[in-house]
């Protein structure tokens, strides 16, 4: 009888087991911090009472996460597309709202600049086989999903140098409106050091049209970051790296104006602002 009962007792804590991996992907629940404006992470609190974890949640059809504080309170974590419009975040289920936030106007500037060389302002057919292919494999390295807890979340400056271009930034080459700017660019002398912001699996480190010599990094738990225009690669497809470790040098490589590191952060496929993530924004 006592047998019976352990395995029973043993069946049901493997079940939980798995599904805490689908869902509370976090072990520190302030990660990240809240940041409800398009281009960041809404991160509230809600009661674990007031929905069932089993059944599906709807936020506006944005992706979330859920990280479990205690028996009684959990936190979500929404990242916030830069094209998301409306002024507000309702999460339901079964139709009905169990929470609702406001999402703030984030006021992006505009730049401008041109962009003499015309193979990178339009590029030729010959050209677009290649582009399209290279801009298949970011998509998958940007959604790439690992559940894994996340131990240590807070990211380290990747290099050192002044922040030229912000995220977020409405962006015209030779005044034409092109994407908005998915990243952070920290221009610095070409040669500096790139160092891992934070311990992931490197999954690419390859030359694209546009990103040059690029590396992206999956740290798990749908996190994964991206650095572009590097002079030189340090690391391979699959290398394990920590933080602080050299993954590269800066550089001018792919659509760029001068020497800088173009540095994307994604949760979720989501591309966020960068300095959310750094450990002094805590
Ligand atoms: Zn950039």
Not at 156 to 161: F, I, L, M, R, S
Request: charged share 20%; glycine share 8%; hydrophobic share 35%.
């Amino acid at each position: 009888m006592r047998i019976k009962i352990s395995i029973i007792v043993f069946t049901l804590f493997l079940g939980s087991c798995t599904l805490d991996q689908k869902l509370f992907l976090f072990d520190n629940c302030k990660f990240p911090i809240n940041s409800p404006y398009p281009g960041g992470v809404l991160s509230i609190d809600i009661n674990n009472k007031d929905f069932d974890r089993n059944k599906e949640i709807n936020a506006e059809g944005l992706v979330s996460s859920i990280c479990k504080n205690s028996l009684y309170q959990s936190r979500m974590f929404i990242p916030i597309p830069l094209d998301f419009k409306s002024k507000k975040i309702e999460i339901k289920q079964d139709g009905a709202v169990f929470s609702s936030s406001k999402i703030f106007n984030k006021n992006y500037r505009e730049s401008r600049i041109t962009i003499s060389n015309n193979d990178f302002v339009s590029p030729g057919e010959d050209l677009q086989p290649r582009i399209k292919r290279e801009y298949g494999l970011s998509q998958v390295a940007k959604n790439t999903f690992t559940p894994i807890k996340l131990k240590d979340w807070a990211m380290t400056e990747p290099a050192k140098g002044l922040t030229s271009s912000e995220f977020g930034v409405r962006r015209f080459i030779n005044n034409q409106p092109r994407n908005r700017h998915s990243g952070m660019d920290i221009a610095a002398p070409e040669g500096t050091e790139v160092l891992a912001p934070l311990s992931g699996e490197v999954i690419i480190a390859s030359n694209f049209f546009y990103k040059g010599n690029v590396i992206y990094i999956n740290h798990g738990a749908g996190l994964v970051s991206s650095y572009s225009h590097l002079s030189k690669i340090e690391v391979k497809n699959g290398d394990k790296v920590k933080k602080g470790d050299l993954i590269g040098l800066i550089g001018q490589t792919g659509r760029v104006t001068g020497p800088h590191l173009h540095w994307e952060v994604y949760l979720m496929g989501i591309a966020i602002n960068p300095e959310i993530f750094l450990a002094t924004s805590i």
